[in-house]
């Protein structure tokens, strides 16, 4: 392990950019309802951003266009899509969109510009179709291969998002939530996790030490977290350093990351983008828009006819190729603007390297016009390789294995830095739940560890899921947001209750078979989840 003074006094390098994009959704899977509106949001998602980015990739991949990117699937999202259920209705929400998008295309026939946007959707809805079908609805087998070509890094993360320092009050809790989210990595993508994304890159000091305990080499850190590390970095957040333990903490870059995804000074605030809440879901009545749907409550289409045009109500009708010109634009200013913030450390004595994550569904869900920007990012840094280049955090400590040593502040990528997003007067009423269920499910664990009884093994393994369930920083998030409210809440109480009802049996020996039947199919999540991850 390298010592704080062992610092690389290499000759300059040309500058490195790590682009690491987070995908991730709360688990939502509901087999008792025949439509569910929370379920929307994964749909949404793989339509607008995920095979969106992956198309990109396979074109640069045959393009034959140097791309390095480091891409993070949650556990969560792997399940949901990889199951059977939520692939099926994904296909019929694809199908009730083209269908709608038909009637579009009768509806606004007399109505030039929005005749063409009605050909615009129809074309990409059906686009979106064909390839998901190509890929026989498979798209983590499609992130693999873009990992075995060599285009992609992919990095585990905790289990289901739980905000890691916030159950450190329970080591055994926040141990499982990465031994587990590791152990699903291996089975998720068939090979060992050499990074970890912290959830909301929240960190508290210890953190680098469970990471260490399963074999990591990296993770990703706010800003701040190096501004008031001990010793400060000398190279600030231009490259990534050791923690006492041994992983390597990369910093976030706040001058780059502000500039795109910020909807108030960065680029996705564009006049001539398209407007994200400006949907035909609301502008229509939901008897015409939803005419196959089990519910008419007004919701998102993903069909949407206006750009942003300013903040006021009058909005402009959108034009698709004004906004890709746009977004090129941008992807053009974007490159000569981290050029110049780069320029500064050309001729130090070390290897620089901009870290930039986002949530990846920033790139077509928020911004619909993300993937064009990336796309051309990504062959405009391609085309300069003297300049700039793509890299990926194993890659660049594989090749500058020496840096400092420090100890990082503790601290999140959330509002201001800590952990407020997730902690505050509207959500402290969950954290004793977890706490309680956390210490229960440690004490099951150590009692039974050696059990060989089926049912047993079985309410422990299903105990485990709520207990994940109920941990996923999620719930939080909405109700602080005050987004989905009544959802999160219900869904945070459901899972202790179904907890709760659980452990009273294990306690009792009292095992209703059928009550846990219930509970596995609901939350059918995990299948091969080892409960003693919590011993």
């Known amino acids: 392990m390298p010592s704080q003074s062992a610092i690389s006094h290499q000759p300059s390098e040309i500058p490195s950019l790590a682009l690491i994009l ?25 339509s607008e951003s995920y095979i969106p980015l992956l198309v990109m990739l396979e074109r640069l991949q ?14 969560p999202l ?37 005749q063409a946007l009605a050909r615009f959707y129809h074309a990409s809805f059906t686009e979106i179709r064909r390839q998901y079908l190509a890929w026989n609805c498979d798209l983590l087998t499609v992130f693999r291969r873009l990992r075995e070509a060599g285009l992609l890094e992919l990095s585990a993360s905790a289990a289901t998002h739980g905000l890691l320092p916030l159950l450190a009050a329970t080591p055994e809790a926040m141990r499982a939530q ?17 990074g ?28 701040h977290a190096f501004a008031l590390a001990k010793p400060r970095p000398q190279r600030a957040v231009y490259a ?17 990351s502000r500039q795109v995804w910020s909807a108030e000074v960065g680029y996705p605030g564009e006049p001539v983008y398209r407007d994200f809440y400006r949907d035909l879901g609301f502008d229509l009545s939901p008897d015409y828009v939803f005419a196959d749907s089990s519910s008419k409550i007004p919701r998102f289409t993903g069909l949407k006819y206006h750009r942003i045009t300013g903040r006021g109500p009058e909005k402009e009708f959108y034009q698709r190729t004004l906004a890709e010109g746009a977004a090129r634009a941008h992807a053009e200013h974007f490159l000569a603007s981290r050029l110049r913030q780069l320029e500064p450390l050309r001729g130090s004595d070390f290897a620089p390297v901009l870290t930039m994550p986002f949530d990846a569904e920033l790139f077509g869900h928020w911004w619909y016009e993300g993937p064009v920007f990336l796309e051309h990012f ?4 391609a085309a300069e390789p003297d300049q700039l280049q793509l890299t990926t955090p194993s890659e660049y400590l594989a090749a500058q294995p020496t840096q400092e040593v420090i100890a990082p502040a503790a601290s999140s990528w959330g509002e201001s830095g800590y952990l407020k997003v997730w902690l ?11 706490r309680a269920a956390a210490e229960r499910m440690t004490a099951m664990a150590r009692t039974h560890s050696t059990t060989t009884d089926a049912l047993v093994d079985r309410l422990l393994r299903q105990m485990a899921r709520e207990l994940l369930l109920m941990q996923a920083s999620d719930w939080a998030f909405l109700i602080r947001n005050g987004t989905a409210t009544h959802y999160a809440t219900r869904r945070v109480e459901t899972h202790v209750a179904r907890f709760n009802a659980l452990y009273a049996q294990l306690q009792t020996g009292e095992i209703d078979g059928m009550f846990l039947s219930q509970c596995e199919e609901r939350d059918y999540l995990f299948p091969n989840l080892e409960w003693r991850s919590y011993l």
């Open 196 to 223: 970890f994304w912290l959830p909301e890159c929240a960190y508290a000091p210890g953190l680098e030490e469970v990471l260490q305990k399963e074999n990591l080499r990296w993770f990703v850190l706010d800003a």
């Open 178 to 194: 990465v031994r587990i989210g590791c152990d699903l990595y291996r089975e998720f993508f068939r090979c060992d996790p050499v």
């Open 240 to 256: 990534p350093c050791f923690t006492a333990a041994g992983p390597a903490a990369f910093p976030r870059d706040p001058v780059s």
């Open 424 to 434: 505050d007067e509207s959500t402290a009423w969950i954290y004793p739940h977890l």
């Open 22 to 46: 987070h995908a991730h959704l709360p688990f939502v899977r509901h087999p008792e309802h025949e439509e569910f509106f929370e379920e929307d949001w994964l749909f949404e998602a793989i």
């Open 78 to 114: 792997c399940a949901m899509l990889e199951d059977e259920l939520l692939r099926g209705r994904y296909l019929r929400h694809l199908e009730r969109t083209i269908r709608l998008a038909e009637k579009e295309l009768e509806r606004t026939q007399n109505e030039p510009p929005l």
């Open 378 to 381: 990504i062959r405009s840094v």
């Open 62 to 75: 045959r393009d034959g266009v140097a791309c390095r990117l480091t891409f993070n699937v949650t556990p």
